[in-house]
Structure formats: structure tokens, C-alpha cells
């Protein structure tokens, strides 16, 4: 009787540790290099580009069920902005640009190791100029003054390709509509809009 108690027991932990493996982990956590393809304004009374640079994104994604979601992020990149007065000349200002941004996850269907997705959401780019010297030139440092926020719409989607039942391989594209940034200089004030693009590829865990 002993013996078979013990092997009912055995049993019943194996049966309870594959019960939670069968479960699906509802927290995702992603780290992943961002490559920032800002969009050149020409058709504006001040010509506005920015240079294309590297940085980073990450996220914490919950799953309310097995289709939607809801996830929020953090990036960083630095970059210059460029603004082509046609009676001053060029003006560059080179910025952090810091993300915050919270999405709606919409998730295909899957049962392979391919999980598409698609989001959309709202979020802030802040922009905070260096203390670089010819940010310094132009009088824009790293201060509160020249400082700025801009609201931020952002649309994507995204694949990911499961290596472990916890880990995971992300290909993601992100598109940001935003205001051109003028860092509270007068002369540089436009409403118009631009777009970034964001191409990124990372890891993802699962728990």
C-alpha cells in the first residue's frame, strides 16, 4: 500500500507540474534594438529632416485573453533635427528623444511557434537637447527651457517566433504621427506633422 501511495503521489505532482506548463503565462517582458527612420519634410515654409539613428525599446505586455492584450513601453534614441530657414540657413539640434507609449495588442489565432500581431495606441515623444557645442552655438542646452513633449499616435504589428515555450524571438514595425519638435524657439514653430519609422527586432520572456 506504501508503495502505491508513494507512486499516486509522484504521479499527481507530475500531472500537476504539466497542468501549469499547459497553461499560457498572461506577463510578456521585450527588450529589442530599434533602427528610428524619421520621414524629411520638404513641402513646409521651414524644411525640417532628422537624422536616422539606433536605439532601444522596451516593454511589459499583460494578456487579458488569448487574442487581446494591452502593453506599454519605454524607447530611447538620440538623433539631430534639422530645420532649413530659407533667409537663416540650417539649423541643427541634436536631441535625446525619449517614448512612453501604451498600446492595444490584438493577437492572431496560433497554435505553432508563429505568433503575429498587430497594435495601435497613444503615447509622448520627449525631446531634450544635448549639451553638445553647437547646441550650445545656436543657445538650446540641456535644460527645461528648450525641453519638449509632443503627443504621439503609434500603429504597428509584429511577429514573434517562439525558441522555448518562454522565450521568444520579436520582428516588430512601428510608425509614430507626432508634431515637429521646435524645441521653444520661435523661429522654428511649425504645426505640421511627420512620421517615424521604427523597425525593430528583439527578445521577448514569457512568464
Request: glycine share 10%; hydrophobic share 40%; proline share 4%.
Amino acid at each position: 500500500m506504501r508503495k502505491s501511495s508513494v507512486l499516486y503521489a509522484v504521479a499527481f505532482i507530475f500531472l500537476f507540474i504539466a497542468s501549469g506548463f499547459a497553461q499560457d503565462y498572461k506577463s510578456e517582458f521585450s527588450v529589442q534594438g530599434t533602427w528610428n527612420l524619421p520621414k524629411n519634410s520638404d513641402n513646409i515654409d521651414i524644411p525640417h529632416h532628422a537624422t536616422e539613428s539606433g536605439g532601444f525599446l522596451i516593454g511589459y505586455r499583460y494578456h487579458l485573453n488569448s487574442w487581446f492584450a494591452v502593453q506599454g513601453d519605454y524607447g530611447y534614441t538620440r538623433n539631430t533635427q534639422r530645420y532649413f530657414d530659407p533667409f537663416f540657413g540650417e539649423t541643427d539640434i541634436q536631441a535625446n528623444m525619449h517614448q512612453l507609449t501604451g498600446e492595444a495588442v490584438i493577437t492572431a489565432p496560433s497554435h505553432s511557434r508563429v505568433r503575429p500581431y498587430a497594435l495601435a495606441g497613444i503615447g509622448g515623444l520627449f525631446f531634450r537637447p544635448t549639451n553638445s557645442l553647437n547646441n550650445a552655438f545656436f543657445g538650446v542646452g540641456n535644460n527645461t527651457d528648450n525641453n519638449q513633449a509632443k503627443a504621439a499616435f503609434v500603429y504597428g504589428g509584429g511577429v514573434d517566433f517562439d525558441l522555448t515555450r518562454f522565450v521568444a524571438l520579436r520582428g516588430e514595425y512601428r510608425g509614430y504621427v507626432y508634431k515637429i519638435p521646435d524645441f521653444q524657439i520661435p523661429g522654428l514653430a511649425s504645426d505640421n506633422f511627420t512620421h517615424l519609422a521604427q523597425p525593430s527586432v528583439g527578445l521577448v520572456w514569457r512568464f
